[in-house]
């Protein structure tokens, strides 16, 4: 059973990013790095009222799928879908 944790991001661009930080505060300081313009544009479109962004954190490595189990960063993941 894939383990994973799901975090609906909503609400000013402000308090989406403060959340964001809150959340990826525990990432190896390369993956925090390389995840910066990801968690600007999960801001950018939090603030449009058809989508519905989550940010979406594996916890166990195993369970992370495939074809993103090879990216160099691949925890945290945002997911985004039409509301």
């Known amino acids: 059973m894939m383990k994973s944790k799901k975090d609906p991001l909503s609400g000013t661009a402000d308090k989406v990013s403060a959340r964001l930080e809150e ?9 925090y790095i390389a995840g910066t313009r990801l968690r600007m544009l999960a801001v ?9 962004v989550s ?3 594996y916890l166990n490595e195993s369970d992370v799928p495939e074809g993103v189990r090879n990216w160099r960063s691949c925890s945290p993941m945002i997911r985004i879908a039409n509301r």
Request: hydrophobic share 30%.
């Open 55 to 57: 940010l979406v954190t």
């Open 23 to 31: 959340l990826c505060r525990e990432l190896d300081r390369h993956e």
């Open 44 to 52: 950018e479109l939090t603030q449009r009222p058809n989508l519905k």
